[in-house]
């Protein structure tokens, strides 16, 4: 009996790696970029006076991505938002290996579809092949139950590649099925 493989990361190994090392005319499959991690960021501003705010944040979170989430503290003092350093200000998890490509694949298939008037979404990277995505509300991901809501809270979904630029990075995450407006590249 194997080892369980899930189907992004065999799409990766066996459709996306020739792909683009064929696109980009690379030498060695090593030299094609792969994606290292997912990063999930909640930033809650209300945290500040409301602390069950940050403690739901970190279960959807969790709920969400199928790991458990961390809290995250301010770094310093800002009187113009009431913040202290060491407050509760957020909730984050990071994705890698076999649950990296699960969440990729759940967000592609389901979640993204769910969105509200979705036509697709921006094509801005960093610069270094990274990409970030902003979502606006929370129930688009299924296991989110729309009864223990609380609020709905935006976050950000970080692609890291080891992509050295954008068009490197545009084309691994498009090969993976995310669904950019543009088709300039």
Known sequence: MGEFTPTM??????RITPALKEKFGYKSAM?????????LNQGIGD???DKRLIENSVKEL???AGQKAVTCYSKKDISNFKLRKGMPIGAMVTLRGNQMYEFLERLVAV????MRDFRGIKDKFDGRGN???GIKEQIIFPEI??????????MDITFVTSADSNDEGYALL????LPFKTENK
Request: glycine fraction near 8%.
């Open 145 to 154: 139950e729309m009864d223990k809501i609380d609020k709905l809270i935006g």
């Open 131 to 133: 990409y970030t995505l």
């Open 9 to 14: 990361k065999k799409e990766y190994l066996d």
């Open 111 to 114: 979640a993204l579809p769910r």
């Open 31 to 39: 030299q094609v970029p792969s994606l290292q991690k997912i990063v």
């Open 62 to 64: 969790t709920t969400i």
């Open 47 to 49: 945290g500040v006076s």
């Open 174 to 177: 498009k090969e993976f099925g």
